[in-house]
């Protein structure tokens, strides 16, 4: 009896195991762990399920939900455990430590090159880890500026286009005109102070991070660096232009504040727009405007949206085939339009659902071309120095409580050798 009961057990661990497995009549079957969490996005990524398995008799994928809240946490302790699922949804700021460590696939020699020669090489720049591929981005959301068009029209400001934006200098001047008796002409939602920050830089030059030739990544905070920060700091404390209870302020708690008339813009990334239709109140006009642009243009860094494939996955080929579905060029326009977001794919971003004026598909597709890979991307030990180091130093230098000096010796100093750690 006790031979048999440890027999059950052990059938029933390996029944409940994640990953894939093939069944008795030899038909494998693929765990799919996707983080859409908008309603129209997880329709969207069910239906491509349904659809696969509708052509695929022998391989069967199974659509599991995850959370973007706990996904690097939920992703390590199942790699640790031997039950990742097969193919992962993440994002590419999430990937290197992940990669490094062993638990991704390198899919260099995988991936069909109708694929490969779709998303451009700034994208892939974005999933490639010494040397290797970890990941296929998709989507990318670019950073801009949602503003109560209005408001804008009434005050005479020039309307600022993707040919023809604001510089950072012409944005806070036209902060500073758009404000008073109790409005603000931004509010910015900085409860996460540090991919804003990072990302708006590289359109004034800044990198932050820099690779050496023997490979290692040192933090120098410089001149591109500073023209976001202090461009937010003085809105804040010295030209009372932008709204000093927001900093504190995740996107969505801005949109109240911003539809009753306190703030004129907010930047947001680009699917908030899904929220404001949503949620705005009748009659209330806003538009989308590209973020300013400074020495580096309107470039903006961004961590794009990413399937993976887990390396103790069995049936990798049979993985990819299924990614390979996902992002068809229609299809990746489909996960688009449930997103809200811009696809990577060059085909999908000419398909014309996506050059709307509705909504203002059209300013966000317009600004494809300059979104870069965030500083931070290939960066190990990441996730401890924003969370350890930049996170509280920038929400102090934004608050008033240090200044710009203090910043930079923190984010250096401090930030050097929390990274340090990462590269012995």
């Known amino acids: 009896m006790r031979k048999l009961a440890l027999l059950l057990s052990v059938l029933l661990l390996a029944g409940c195991s994640s990953g894939g497995g093939t069944r008795d009549d030899g038909r494998i079957t693929l765990r799919f762990q996707s983080l ?172 932050l991070f820099h690779r050496g030739a023997d490979g290692r990544v040192t933090v120098r905070f410089e001149a591109g660096d500073e023209v976001v920060p202090r461009t937010i700091h003085e809105q804040v404390g010295r030209d009372r232009s932008a709204s000093p209870t927001t900093l504190g302020s995740g996107g969505s708690d801005t949109l109240p504040g911003f539809f009753g008339g306190r703030y004129a813009m907010v930047p947001l990334g680009f699917s908030y727009r899904q929220q404001i239709v949503q949620q705005a109140p009748k009659g209330f006009d806003w538009q989308v405007l590209p973020a300013p642009a400074g020495a580096g243009g309107l470039a903006q860094g961004v961590s794009p949206q990413t399937l993976s494939v887990a390396e103790d996955s069995p049936h990798k080929k049979e993985a990819v085939a299924f990614v390979d579905h996902l992002l068809r060029p229609r299809n990746m326009v489909r996960l688009a339009l449930g997103d809200w977001m811009l696809p990577t794919g060059t085909a999908a971003l000419k398909d014309p659902a996506l050059h709307t004026a509705k909504d203002d598909w059209a300013t966000g597709t317009a600004l494809a071309a300059e979104l870069r890979p965030a500083p931070a991307q290939s960066v190990r030990g990441y996730p401890e120095w924003k969370d350890k180091v930049a996170t509280p130093a920038f929400q102090e230098y934004y608050s008033g409580a240090i200044g710009l000096a203090e910043l930079r010796t923190r984010l250096e100093r401090d930030g050097n050798l929390v990274l340090a750690r990462y590269q012995r």
């Open 36 to 207: 859409a969490w908008q309603e129209e996005s997880v329709a969207v990524n069910k239906e491509l399920v349904k659809e696969w398995n509708a052509t695929h008799p022998g391989v069967k994928v199974e659509y599991v939900q995850g959370s973007w809240d706990s996904v690097h946490d939920q992703l390590l302790t199942s790699f640790e455990g031997g039950e990742a699922p097969d193919i992962i949804h993440d994002a590419s700021d999430d990937l290197a430590d992940f990669a490094y460590g062993g638990y991704l696939a390198d899919l260099t020699d995988l991936l069909p090159a109708r694929l490969t020669s779709d998303i451009p090489r700034r994208s892939w720049d974005t999933t490639t880890f010494g040397g290797g591929v970890y990941g296929v981005p998709f989507l990318q959301e670019p950073r801009v500026l949602v503003a109560n068009a209005t408001w804008l029209k009434r005050s005479g400001v020039r309307i600022p286009t993707p040919e023809h934006p604001w510089t950072w200098a012409e944005f806070a001047a036209v902060t500073k005109q758009l404000s008073g008796d109790g409005r603000y002409g931004v509010a910015w939602p900085l409860k996460e102070p540090v991919s804003a920050t990072l990302n708006l830089s590289l359109s004034a030059g800044g990198g």
